[in-house]
């Protein structure tokens, strides 16, 4: 059995464009606005059929994806456009604020009290809405720490 040749490129293969290139080729993925946008877009199909297309069976359930996916396109937008920190926690408590909001300062019949488990998921949401701002809160808190342990 003899030793493989090393000028053999059949067995080597050499990415094409690799001559100390080290960049890659962008993609429309790789563009700052695309989530913001595509969530938006989400947001806006939800929002029609939530209120604008009422003969549909989920109305209930576009509503609260308007709602959700608003809140998302949002915190993508600015944390594309700002890198501000602490973001996702303030709009995760204004999530639960609003929640809480429909929950117990809500009219009596408004489409959100009609059925129990829209009753439960404004409760429950909303207290799971400040759980998840305290562990952002916190993971942006050791972020921030663990930043100003390495400039020392």
Known sequence: MSEPDSN???NHA???GSD???ERASSPFDHPAFLPVLVFAMALWFGYDG???ETIESVRFNRYGFG???GAAIYFTLVERTRARFLLPLLL???ALWLAALAWFGSANAWYNDVESARAFN???ALAAIG???VAALRDWLALRRAASVTR
Request: aromatic residues 20%; proline residues 4%.
């Open 93 to 95: 408590c204004g999530y």
């Open 20 to 22: 100390g290139d080290e």
């Open 132 to 134: 998840l701002a305290a």
């Open 14 to 16: 050499q990415p094409a």
């Open 51 to 53: 209120w604008f297309n």
């Open 123 to 125: 409760r429950y949401g």
């Open 8 to 10: 053999d490129t059949l």
């Open 68 to 70: 959700f996916l608003s």
